[in-house]
């Protein structure tokens, strides 16, 4: 099932990642279920979950009641189950309706400050979250300050990121 929220994607990154998505798995699933395998483990989430920036879905494969959600809609038919075109500044999606937020090595692509915004508007009470940041991302240092001032997150330290986990 696909929900369509209409936007225009102009930005070559996103390009990029509808070019590559029938070999994103290939290049990328080892590491993101690395990640994975670790939030899974520590998060230990109850209720709905949403994935932001969730590309192929790898995510579905390790949790049930997700939501998955990125801007290429070519990452997302390499998915299954609910299946979201959308970006985290503006997440289409009525307040306090997850119980667990995730996003794999994808904030980096945002504005930062708008999408924690957006991920607070949509969380309900207790909600629990982890976030997994590309140490080599140009603004690093910015969205892990930018988050960890918002959630009450622990690091943990994961090969090419850093997993801040409530």
């Known amino acids: 099932m696909?929900?369509?929220?209409?936007?225009?994607?102009?930005?070559?990154?996103m390009n990029y990642y509808d070019n590559i998505a029938k070999s994103y798995n290939e290049l990328h699933e080892e590491e993101q279920k690395k990640k994975?395998?670790?939030?899974?483990k520590e998060l230990k989430p109850k209720g709905t979950i949403l994935d932001i920036g969730a590309g192929t879905g790898i995510?579905?494969?390790?949790?049930?009641?997700?939501a998955l959600l990125d801007q290429s809609i070519e990452m997302l038919k390499q998915s299954k189950g609910l299946r979201i075109v959308g970006?985290?500044?503006s997440l289409p999606f009525k307040d306090k309706?997850?119980?667990n937020i995730?996003?794999?090595t994808s904030l980096h692509h945002t504005n930062i400050k708008r999408a924690i915004k957006e991920i607070k508007r949509i969380s309900k009470k207790n909600c629990k979250y982890s976030f997994s940041i590309l140490k080599r991302a140009q603004k690093y240092s910015l969205i892990k300050q930018e988050l960890q001032n918002s959630?009450?997150?622990r690091e943990i330290d994961e090969e090419k990121d850093i997993?801040?986990?409530?």
């Open 102 to 104: 995730i996003s794999i």
């Open 87 to 89: 970006k985290a500044e």
């Open 2 to 13: 696909y929900c369509f929220k209409s936007h225009k994607t102009t930005n070559t990154k």
């Open 36 to 40: 994975l395998d670790i939030i899974s």
């Open 151 to 153: 959630f009450n997150l």
């Open 97 to 99: 309706t997850f119980n």
């Open 163 to 166: 997993i801040l986990i409530s």
């Open 59 to 66: 995510s579905a494969k390790y949790f049930k009641n997700i």
